[in-house]
């Protein structure tokens, strides 16, 4: 055999090889995409189940009073519940509730770290007053460093830029944190607090995948200022000052009357919608 005729017998077959090689690509590639299709699938499955599940809990849920609501809340969710508390007057008049009942939940709260002093002050209050230790969770070390060295200490004034990646830093990446591994979020948003948040709901399937529960959804301020009163739950001393809406001291004015609530918070921004980024929907 000479060397030509040899070199042909020795790769006679590569040709072939190559072509199984690409078969059999294109089957594990098609083989991908089903399962991709399948997962797609399942997934919008899914979703209707929750979506369903969402409107039949809202139907339960919607002629009964707040205290109601969070107790069959808490025995329809399997799971962790995580209530997330500012000490506004909302999250004081559920805390009351959730404690009056002894509903089983996380209450958690995010310490910004630029809080007004009279909130640290009804903490410690409100923790005495229920006899609940309720956790913080702080901004990570690092990333608030580089924020500060970035944009200086009050930065935010300066762009909203610089104001929304303070509040991220300070409260939604935080809040990440404290809703790890939960079924359902309790949280004291109601309709007439700003035109924006009029497009919230009493309970929703948030972009997280949790049910959460306004349960004060539908109530007025009065309403829950009565309420308050009433139950001597305690409140904010900033409540009498002018404050309706409270977050940050750098952030929070008082209002003056007309003003909508939350035309305190961040006012020295003309447009936008108040918000800091934990209600990502609203």
Same mark, same amino acid.
């Given at each position: 055999?000479?060397?030509?005729?040899?070199?042909?017998?020795?790769?006679?077959?590569?040709?072939?090889?190559?072509?199984?090689?690409?078969?059999?690509?294109?089957?594990?590639?098609?083989?991908?995409?089903?399962?991709?299709?399948?997962?797609?699938?399942?997934?919008?499955?899914?979703?209707?189940?929750?979506?369903?599940?969402?409107?039949?809990?809202?139907?339960?849920?919607?002629?009964?009073?707040?205290?109601?609501?969070?107790?069959?809340?808490?025995?329809?969710?399997?799971? #962790?519940?995580?209530?997330?508390?500012?000490?506004?007057?909302?999250?004081?008049?559920?805390?009351?509730?959730?404690?009056?009942?002894?509903?089983?939940?996380?209450?958690?709260?995010?310490?910004?770290?630029?809080?007004?002093?009279?909130?640290?002050? &009804?903490?410690?209050?409100?923790?005495?007053?229920?006899? #609940?230790?309720?956790?913080?969770?702080?901004?990570?070390?690092?990333?608030?460093?580089?924020?500060?060295?970035?944009?200086?200490?009050?930065?935010?004034?300066?762009?909203?830029?610089?104001?929304?990646?303070?509040?991220?830093?300070? #409260?939604?990446?935080?809040?990440?944190?404290?809703?790890?591994?939960?079924?359902?979020?309790?949280?004291? &948003?109601?309709?007439?607090?700003?035109?924006? %948040? %009029?497009?919230?709901?009493? &309970?929703?399937?948030?972009?997280?995948? &949790?049910?959460?529960?306004?349960?004060?959804?539908?109530?007025?301020?009065?309403?829950?200022?009565?309420?308050?009163?009433?139950?001597?739950?305690?409140?904010?001393?900033?409540h009498d000052q002018g404050f309706e809406s409270i977050g940050c001291a750098p952030c929070t004015r008082a209002i003056t009357p007309g003003e909508p609530e939350r035309a305190g918070r961040w006012w020295w921004e003309q447009n936008g919608n108040k918000e800091c980024g934990l209600h990502a929907g609203q």
């Amino acid at each position: 055999m000479d060397a030509r005729t040899q070199n042909e017998t020795l790769f006679a077959g590569v040709p072939a090889q190559q072509g199984q090689i690409a078969d059999g690509g294109a089957a594990a590639t098609a083989e991908d995409n089903a399962g991709r299709q399948r997962e797609r699938n399942e997934s919008s499955s899914n979703r209707d189940i929750l979506k369903e599940r969402s409107r039949r809990l809202c139907a339960i849920l919607a002629d009964v009073s707040p205290g109601e609501r969070l107790g069959k809340f808490r025995s329809e969710i399997d799971g #962790k519940l995580v209530f997330t508390t500012s000490f506004g007057l909302e999250d004081q008049v559920i805390l009351h509730l959730l404690a009056e009942r002894n509903i089983d939940v996380d209450i958690v709260t995010l310490d910004t770290g630029r809080l007004f002093s009279q909130t640290y002050e &009804l903490w410690a209050e409100t923790e005495r007053r229920y006899g #609940k230790r309720i956790r913080a969770f702080y901004p990570q070390r690092h990333t608030l460093e580089i924020l500060i060295e970035e944009h200086g200490i009050n930065g935010f004034y300066d762009s909203r830029k610089a104001r929304s990646a303070c509040c991220g830093i300070r #409260k939604v990446e935080p809040l990440k944190r404290a809703l790890a591994g939960a079924a359902g979020w309790i949280v004291g &948003l109601r309709a007439d607090q700003s035109e924006h %948040r %009029r497009g919230a709901a009493l &309970l929703e399937r948030d972009e997280r995948n &949790l049910f959460k529960l306004s349960p004060l959804f539908d109530w007025t301020r009065e309403a829950v200022r009565g309420f308050a009163s009433a139950n001597r739950v305690p409140i904010n001393p900033l409540h009498d000052q002018g404050f309706e809406s409270i977050g940050c001291a750098p952030c929070t004015r008082a209002i003056t009357p007309g003003e909508p609530e939350r035309a305190g918070r961040w006012w020295w921004e003309q447009n936008g919608n108040k918000e800091c980024g934990l209600h990502a929907g609203q």
